[in-house]
C-alpha cells in the first residue's frame, strides 16, 4: 500500500459523542421528581397535624364520645390520603431516580441471536449500495475499501446471509481483484473525471493483509456452511498469494506484512500492523495450505506482540498496550517505532482490533498466549475502573492523546475482558455496546459510522458467543480444490 496505506485515525471520529446524547436525562425524570416531592411534602403536612392531635389525646382524654368518634373518622380519611400522597411521592422519586440512572438506558433483549440480525439488516440498509452491492464509507467520500468488503463478508456468512455474501463477494471479484495475483486493492473511490475505480496514482491498487486474510477466511466459512466448491477454491488461491506476497521471512520465521509491497521493497525493514494478526485463521490456512508453515506464522505473531508490549518503541516506558503500527528489522528481526507521523504506536483504531482477534483465538483454540497477553491488560483495567470510560487514543506509555468516546473503540478492547475479566465485559457490554441498541425499534439508538458499526457488531457478537467456528470440522482430507 506504500504511502496509502489505510490507517483510521482521529480524523474518523465525529465530534459528536454518543455517549454524551445517550446519557442525557429522560424527558420525564423532571416530571416525575417534581411530582414525587411535591405529594410527598403534600402527605407529611397532612400528617404531622395528625399525629400531634393523637399525641395529645394520648393526655386529654375527652369524655364526649361522640365527638372522639367523629374526630376519628375525619383523622382516618386524612390519614389515608396522607398515606397515599406519601406512597405516590416516594414511587415518583424512585421512577424518577431510576430514569437517572444508566440502568433505565440499556435496554432489555430476550434474543441476542434477533438484535444482531436486526442490526445486520440496518447496516445493509445503510452501507450497502443497493445497486452495485459494496459496501461504502460516507464519512470517507463513499470509498469503499478491501476491509469493507471483508466485513461484509464476514458478517454475512455468519449470519448465513448467503444472498448478500453472494452479492459482495461477486462485486470484490469484479472490482477489487488485482491482475498479477489472487489479492485485493484496498481502495475503490472516486477519480477526478466523476468516475469509480482504483486510483493507482494514490497507491489504490496495493493490498492490506487483513482484508485479505479476512476475505479468505469468509470464503473458507461460505464453503464449510454452503458446501459449494468454488468458495474454497478462490479462498486457497488467495491464502497461497498472502504467503507468498505478504509474508516474509526473517531468520527462518515468517512474519504478515502490511501489505504486498514490504516484501520487494528493498529496505532492511517491513511495516507491520499487529492488528491484521489472525491465528485463528492461520490455523485454518494450514488445512488448506500445506505446503506453507502457517503454524510458525501463528507463533512469529505471538512473538512479534509480546514484543511490541514489552518495548518501550518511541516513548520512555510501556503501559504494555498494543500498538497501531511497527516496523520489523529484516536483519536482526528486532521491532521499533515507524517514526512516521501517521503511523503511530498508539491504541488507537487499529490496534483495538487485535484484542478481539486474540479473544477469538482464545474461544475457539484455547490459546494459552491469547489469554497471557490479553492478561496484561492493567492499564486499561485501571482507567475503566478509575473512571467507567476508554477513550480513543492512548499512547504506549498511556499518554491520553485523544479524549473521545470511539463505540468501535469498546467493540474491539472487549476482547480483553472477555477472557480475563468476566465482571468487566459484561459492564462494558451493557453500558458501551448493548446501551446503543434500539429495541423498540430493532437499530441503533442514533445512526453509527461504517467502522463503529462494525466492531460494536462484532464486539456484541463475540460476547454473545456468535462469532463460531465455521471450519472447526474440517480437515485436509475433506476439502477438495479440485
Known amino acids: ?41 403534600i402527605g407529611i403536612i397532612l400528617l404531622v397535624p395528625l399525629l400531634y392531635r393523637k399525641s395529645r389525646a394520648l393526655y386529654n382524654k375527652t369524655s364526649d364520645e361522640k365527638i372522639a368518634q367523629q374526630d376519628r373518622i375525619g383523622e382516618s380519611h386524612f390519614r389515608i390520603i396522607a398515606f397515599f400522597l406519601i406512597c405516590i411521592g416516594v414511587l415518583f422519586i424512585l421512577l424518577s431516580t431510576y430514569l437517572r440512572s444508566s440502568a433505565s438506558r440499556i435496554p432489555l433483549t430476550f434474543s441476542t441471536r434477533a438484535m444482531s440480525e436486526a442490526l445486520w439488516e440496518t447496516y445493509k440498509k445503510t452501507y450497502i449500495d443497493h445497486e452495485t452491492q459494496r459496501t461504502f464509507d ?19 456468512v455468519l449470519l448465513d446471509d448467503k444472498e448478500t455474501f453472494d452479492k459482495s463477494w461477486k462485486w470484490t471479484k469484479e472490482n477489487l481483484s488485482r491482475k498479477d495475483d489472487a489479492l485485493f486493492a484496498w481502495k475503490f473511490e472516486e477519480g477526478a473525471d466523476g468516475t469509480y475505480g482504483i486510483q493507482e496514482h494514490e497507491g489504490g491498487q496495493n493490498t492490506a493483509s487483513d482484508a485479505d486474510t479476512d476475505i479468505a477466511l469468509s470464503l473458507i466459512f461460505a464453503y464449510a456452511r454452503w458446501h459449494e466448491p468454488h468458495y474454497i477454491k478462490s479462498a486457497e488461491a488467495i491464502v497461497r498469494a498472502i504467503w507468498e506476497h505478504e509474508v516474509v521471512t526473517v531468520s527462518g520465521k515468517p512474519y504478515l506484512t502490511a501489505n504486498n509491497i514490504e516484501k520487494d521493497s528493498g529496505k532492511n525493514f517491513v511495516i507491520l500492523n499487529p492488528s491484521y494478526f489472525a491465528p485463528y485463521a492461520y490455523r485454518t490456512f494450514s488445512k488448506i495450505d500445506p505446503d506453507h508453515p502457517w503454524l510458525d506464522l501463528v507463533d512469529s505473531s505471538y512473538a512479534v506482540i509480546e514484543q511490541s508490549l514489552l518495548s518501550t518503541l518511541n516513548k520512555q516506558a510501556s503501559v504494555e498496550l498494543i500498538p497501531d503500527w511497527i516496523i520489523l528489522d529484516t536483519i536482526t528481526g528486532k521491532i521499533s517505532a515507524t517514526n512516521s507521523d501517521h503511523l ?45 470510560k476508554l477513550y480513543s487514543a492512548y499512547g504506549h506509555d498511556g499518554t491520553l492523546n485523544y479524549k473521545y468516546e470511539a463505540p468501535a473503540i469498546y467493540g474491539g478492547t472487549l476482547g480483553y475482558f472477555v ?35 462494525n466492531w460494536v457488531w462484532l464486539g456484541m457478537a463475540l460476547y454473545n458467543d456468535h462469532v463460531p467456528n465455521l471450519a472447526e470440522r474440517l480437515s485436509y482430507v475433506t476439502i477438495d480444490v479440485n
Do not use: C
Open 344 to 388: 503511530t504506536t498508539d491504541y488507537s483504531y487499529d490496534a483495538m482490533r487485535l484484542p478481539w482477534r486474540l479473544a477469538v483465538d482464545w474461544k475457539w483454540n484455547r490459546e494459552e498466549r491469547a489469554q497471557n497477553i490479553l492478561s496484561k491488560n492493567a492499564f486499561l483495567l485501571d482507567r475503566w475502573q478509575s473512571d467507567k
Open 138 to 156: 460516507p464519512s470517507r467520500e463513499n470509498i469503499t475499501t478491501s476491509e469493507a468488503q471483508s466485513y461484509t463478508m464476514f458478517r454475512a
Open 419 to 453: 477472557v480475563t475479566n468476566e465482571e468487566v465485559a459484561e459492564a462494558m457490554y451493557r453500558e458501551k455496546l448493548l446501551i446503543l441498541f434500539d429495541p423498540d425499534n430493532n437499530t441503533w439508538r442514533e445512526p453509527l459510522s461504517y467502522y463503529d458499526d
Open 1 to 41: 500500500m506504500g504511502t496509502s496505506i489505510l490507517a483510521f485515525n482521529i480524523a474518523q471520529a465525529s465530534e459528536h459523542n454518543i455517549y454524551d446524547s445517550i446519557a442525557m436525562n429522560h424527558p420525564f425524570d423532571a416530571v416525575f421528581s417534581m411530582l414525587g416531592e411535591t405529594s410527598l411534602l
